[in-house]
């Protein structure tokens, strides 16, 4: 981890979680990365769910870049065939992450 000082006051503005991935029973695994601020809000990530060995099940991505397309920095992808199609997301944090991926594991469904 990383704490993220602003360069101008020096205070401490948040903290940057490296790149981790979580393997599940069921083959799957998840692959995240996110940057919190100091209350603890995400204000960026990427959490890559995914099957072991094939294809993706769903990405959900917080970063600047897509807000002219999608109105929103928050987007879901959900088409293992074209990781570039994407639509507007709900700002998600890990816990409900950890939550969809149990719904997927108990009955395959996918946000």
Do not use: C
């Amino acid at each position: 981890m990383q704490l993220l000082i602003d360069d101008f006051t020096n205070e401490t503005i948040g903290l940057s979680i490296p790149q981790h991935r979580m393997f599940f029973h069921d083959g799957t695994f998840l692959e995240f990365d996110l940057v919190i601020d100091e209350d603890f809000l995400p204000t960026e990530y990427s959490f890559h769910f995914q099957h072991i060995d094939g294809p993706m099940i769903w990405r959900k991505d917080l970063h600047p870049g897509h807000e002219e397309e999608l109105g929103t920095e928050a987007h879901i992808h959900k088409n293992p065939d074209d990781e570039n199609d994407r639509d507007p997301f709900i700002i998600v944090e890990i816990d409900e992450v950890l939550d969809q991926i149990r719904r997927y594991q108990d009955t395959g469904w996918t946000p």
